[in-house]
């Protein structure tokens, strides 16, 4: 099944970025950030559900929260990392709520990323203590899993390493899982997956002198949920698929049709639905 993320429109309302993906004919739309806050969002997307046959998912950053963070389960400030845990708790509810069976949220890092430097380049600090947030990590992992029972797919996405950032903290990776290498630094519970997002998986292996082609094979198999867009392998920029591309020759080599894959295409509504033409055909193809 193919989903689009409601960040690939720009609204200021959960329910405006629903409603335009709709309009182009969409119904299955993961939820994202982007959006502000709004305390009768969980009603409004629950009417929007009914009145036009809409699969959700819920993803990371979403619902929006009152008062905004940088979610980290890993982080050594109490006070974020309680934020990050009670953001992720309540996601899991409106997921329920939604009937939506998956949630992702990012993996854990090193330092308390700025708000305004989410996404671009990261001014160079000092660095937790990396065994200590690994276990601040492992502990809001449990905490989340049990908190969970097992009522949705809990899921983990890798982390964009871009190049600026790996030269910003001195060729130092500060953050989990950016390659198939690092994707067990950290005990997982039981029932919690990966999400993969390739173009992440992309950028953080030209930054650290990987093979994307072989990272993404060893951790293909490894999930049944992806994150698709493409980039120059400098930075995520939230790009289209076109084929021929070397993110859509690796897709077309492993690709089989019984994957969810939610298109995170920022560059515009052709692009979106030219990256969802292509991904159905891939389907298609491997059926």
């Known amino acids: 099944m193919i989903y689009i993320s409601s960040s690939c429109v720009r609204a ?17 739309i993961e939820l994202s950030g982007g959006t502000r806050y709004d305390e009768k969002a969980l009603d409004k997307l629950i009417q929007l559900k009914k009145d036009y046959a809409i699969n959700f998912l819920l993803h990371n950053y979403f619902p929006t929260p009152g008062n905004s963070f940088v979610l980290n389960l890993a982080s050594l400030d109490p006070e974020i990392s309680k934020y990050s845990l009670e953001h992720v708790k309540k996601a899991i509810d409106w997921s329920e709520a939604l009937n939506a069976n998956k949630y992702a949220f990012h993996a854990g890092f090193l330092i308390n990323i700025p708000l305004h430097q989410i996404g671009k380049k990261i001014d160079k600090g000092q660095l937790f203590d990396l065994q200590a947030a690994v276990e601040q990590f492992e502990n809001n992992l449990s905490s989340i899993a049990t908190y969970n029972n097992n009522r949705i797919q809990l899921y983990i996405e890798n982390n964009v390493l871009s190049h600026a950032n790996y030269e910003s903290f001195d060729r130092v990776d500060p953050f989990f899982f950016t390659s198939s290498k690092n994707v067990n630094q950290f005990k997982k519970p039981d029932g919690l997956s990966i999400l993969l997002d390739a173009a992440h998986l992309k950028v953080s292996c030209n930054s650290l002198s990987l093979n994307f082609e072989e990272e993404f094979e060893k951790l293909y198999n490894l999930t049944d949920y992806f994150h698709i867009s493409d980039n120059d392998g400098k930075s995520d920029s939230n790009q289209g698929l076109t084929e021929g591309s070397v993110m859509y020759c690796v897709l077309e080599k492993n690709w089989k049709s019984d994957k969810v894959v939610t298109v995170e295409v920022y560059s515009g509504m052709d692009d979106i639905k030219n990256t969802h033409r292509i991904l159905e055909k891939l389907n298609d193809h491997n059926e």
Do not use: H
Request: hydrophobic residues 40%; charged residues 25%; without cysteine.
């Open 12 to 28: 200021t309302n959960i329910e405006d970025a629903v409603k335009a993906l709709v309009n182009e004919g969409f119904t299955n």
